[in-house]
Nanobody
Framework: VQLQASGGGLVQPGSSLKLSCRVSGRTLDDYVIAWTRQAPGKEREGVSCLDTSTGNSWYTNSVKGRFTISRDNAKNTVYLQMNYLKPEDTAVYYC???????????WGQGTQVTVSS
């Protein structure tokens, strides 16, 4: 299983970005797909997780109402729509796959998100 993350960039506070995580080697239904992030000097934290078999999703409190995780089965891709970005959202964002949220077996490379004026 390979995961390829993309879509990061440098944006101003209040802007939006959409991250993509393309999964190859297996179908989306085989795993939960998650986004995690790691800011400089901080531990990696979970941002959102999508159980693709049930459609249930989870968000960390700091992004609820601003971020939305979604999927496109035809493209075998999971997205993270990030709206109203804040400087504290600045981090390297990673997508991951596993059997359960918070238990990941596969990781993609990171994509940098920088929110700054």
């Amino acid at each position: 299983v390979q995961l390829q993350a993309s879509g990061g960039g440098l944006v101003q506070p209040g802007s939006s970005l959409k991250l993509s995580c393309r999964v190859s080697g297996r179908t989306l239904d085989d795993y939960v797909i998650a986004w995690t992030r790691q800011a400089p000097g901080k531990e990696r934290e979970g941002v959102s997780c999508l159980d693709t078999s049930t459609g249930n999703s989870w968000y960390t409190n700091s992004v609820k109402g601003r971020f939305t995780i979604s999927r496109d089965n035809a493209k075998n891709t999971v997205y993270l729509q990030m709206n109203y970005l804040k400087p504290e959202d600045t981090a390297v964002y990673y997508c991951a796959a596993g059997e359960y949220c918070n238990e990941y077996d596969y990781w993609g490379q990171g994509t940098q998100v920088t929110v700054s004026s």
